[in-house]
């Protein structure tokens, strides 16, 4: 989801690959059977596990740290709901931000890496390779190429100690730094690319019993809703690709007392926070069973966006389309493990851990892999090792790409990428290919380019192709 986005969890996108041959195809099996919340940019913290209750990788984007400013006796940035604090509200603002990470520097791989390109997929440039600092993490916006959101940092725990969104240069240094609200290495705000800028969604505690979730962008930050409420928080972020400025947030329900269900915001980053249109996700008449995931895509509509939700109802990922027109249930898939990624369109699919995952990431009564869900179909499992650290789906335009990151072994320290283009149904056009070593990964794709960043050892290696199902 960017997409994707399933809540705030788990993916995002970080991968590390390493020099070697190609390899074989990972074996398939097309038997029924089920990561994580917020879906979208995936973007892993340092240090970080993907999984987070039942939503999506949220992973969008790192995001925005607000704060008050040092007002004496300042117990909440904004007042609730017929409360207020004695005196005027402290003022939203940025911390300042950090300054840009070292540079990147690509040049041709030599020799040539260990990576294999999945079946439909073929190179449209040559491999290249940055050698950067182990500690770097970097996050991809799903529809971006050429360009990721990078961050250096030091120390045990790590702290941040630089972050800019980098245009990479295949043939030479990284251009354009820009600043990107990251301060914290292990936590990635809600965030999407609009234009040349992020938009951010950012949750603040105002008090024990008031939350808040402000839009922050690079010349200001407003409270969306106006007020806070109790449990409320940001579950994912979209934005149109492009310069559009139109954009998608889901929520928990605002109210003085949380509630089952979820709430979805469209507006454009252009205007005023209180200009955004809500529409309340209910749970179904006479149940109380409806937790937010992810956000599984925005489109343009014919007035305006379209946004599809994704709630979990009774055991089932269920895709709620919201537009001008109204609410409108799309699909319902049995998800009974945890939500990695998801997609809309073409067609409603999901991708979910394979089995229970116990504390120290091994399979629980199972054999490991990714399920692969999809409307008015029966599923696949596609098989790795060991559950996946991380996933991402990606829209082609004709189809999609699936890639995760998974141990060679249960408590094993080696790691590789996988990966399967799917056809307009969502079903695998061939098995599975291991395409190289990995410590964290990235990829982002646009029409059927495709870009895909590897990491290990110091190294960090672009593999860019074209992937088109038949």
């Known amino acids: 989801m960017h997409p994707g986005a399933a809540r705030r969890s788990v993916l995002c996108a970080q991968n590390a690959s390493r020099a070697g041959t190609a390899r074989k195809p990972a074996a398939q099996n097309p038997s029924p059977n089920r990561r994580e919340p917020g879906f979208g940019l995936g973007a892993e913290a340092f240090g970080a596990v993907h999984r987070r209750d039942y939503r999506l990788p949220a992973v969008r984007w790192a995001l ?12 909440r940035c904004s007042p609730s709901s017929g409360q ?11 911390q300042k931000p950090l300054p840009p990470p070292k540079p990147w520097t690509f040049e041709l791989a030599r020799p040539a890496p260990d990576v294999a390109y999945p079946e439909q997929c073929k190179a449209r440039a040559p491999l290249v390779r940055a050698s950067v600092a182990p500690s770097s993490r970097f996050v991809a916006d799903p529809h ?31 251009t354009d730094p820009r600043p990107v609200p990251w301060f914290d290495a292990a936590a990635l705000p809600h965030m999407a690319r609009t234009g040349g800028g992020f938009l951010a969604a950012v949750d603040r505690t105002a008090s024990s019993d008031e939350r808040l979730v402000v839009l922050a962008k690079h010349d200001g930050a407003e409270l969306l809703g106006g007020q806070g409420g109790d449990g409320f928080e940001a579950i994912d972020l979209a934005c149109l690709p492009g310069d559009d400025g139109r954009c998608a947030v889901l929520t928990t329900r605002l109210l003085p007392v949380a ?40 489109e343009a509509g014919p007035s305006g966006i379209e946004a599809t939700a994704i709630l979990l109802e009774k055991g089932e990922l269920v895709f709620r389309r919201v537009s001008d027109a109204g609410e409108t249930k799309v699909a319902a ?36 892999g990714i399920h692969l869900l999809r409307a008015g179909k029966e599923p696949l499992d596609l098989r790795s090792p060991a559950p996946p650290a991380a996933g991402y789906l990606r829209k082609l335009r004709k189809g999609g790409l699936v890639a995760w990151l998974s141990p060679l072994g249960c408590k094993q320290g080696r790691k590789v990428v ?4 799917l056809d307009e149904k969502g079903a695998p056009t061939a098995p599975a ?26 190294l960090v290696t672009w593999i860019r192709m074209t992937c088109s199902p038949p």
């Open 433 to 458: 290919m291991t395409v190289g070593d990995a410590t964290s990964f990235a990829v982002a794709a646009s029409g059927d380019d495709v870009d895909l960043w590897l990491q290990a050892e110091g």
């Open 259 to 298: 509630r089952p269900g979820a709430t979805l915001w469209r507006g454009s980053a252009r205007e005023p926070a209180a200009s955004w249109k809500p529409t309340d996700l209910l749970p179904p008449e006479g149940t109380n069973d409806a937790k937010p995931v992810g956000l599984a895509g925005v």
């Open 333 to 368: 898939l049995p998800s009974p493990f945890a939500v990695i990624d998801a997609l809309a369109s073409p067609a409603p699919i999901a991708i979910t851990q394979a089995t229970e995952v116990d504390e120290e990431g091994c399979p629980v009564g199972g054999l490991a």
């Open 418 to 421: 996988f990966a399967a283009v």
């Open 64 to 75: 925005l740290f607000l704060c008050c400013l040092p007002t004496a006796g300042c117990a």
């Open 144 to 174: 971006t190429l050429a360009s990721l959101v990078v961050a250096d940092a030091t120390g045990d725990p790590p702290a941040l100690t630089g972050v800019a969104a980098l245009r990479l240069d295949p043939a030479g240094v990284s």
């Open 84 to 94: 207020r604090d004695s005196g005027p509200p402290a003022p939203l603002v940025f």
